[in-house]
């Protein structure tokens, strides 16, 4: 099964959409066809389907995927491979004072 990315478009949308989901999952003791109107039920549809397009992979998969990702760029990460003493520019500078 191949998947494409969602467009880019249908994300304006999705907020109000998510809501009326919300609205109708809060209102379960009434019916459904009660409970929204027409636009909220075709703004409902119309979100189901754009998440119903998207790719999903398992966690598994995207967890050793994260893993690998991590691995192969460990060496550049300055929390993993600290920087050197040297070329740090937030080390503490030492001034050497004596007062006799």
């Known amino acids: 099964m191949e998947c494409n990315p969602p467009d880019v ?4 949308g ?3 959409v998510n809501r009326v989901h919300t609205d109708v999952r809060m209102k379960a003791d009434t019916p459904v066809n009660s409970a929204m109107s027409v636009g909220q ?5 119309e979100q189901l ?3 119903a ?4 992979i398992k966690v598994s998969k995207a967890a050793a995927d994260l893993m690998a990702y991590c691995d192969a760029h460990s060496c550049d990460d300055p929390l993993i491979t600290p920087v050197p003493t040297s070329e740090n520019p937030f080390r503490e500078k030492k001034f050497f004072c004596a007062l006799l």
């Open 9 to 12: 478009n249908h994300r304006r």
């Open 14 to 16: 999705v907020g109000f």
């Open 41 to 45: 039920a075709r703004k409902l549809v």
């Open 49 to 51: 389907k754009i998440e």
């Open 53 to 56: 397009s998207f790719c999903r």
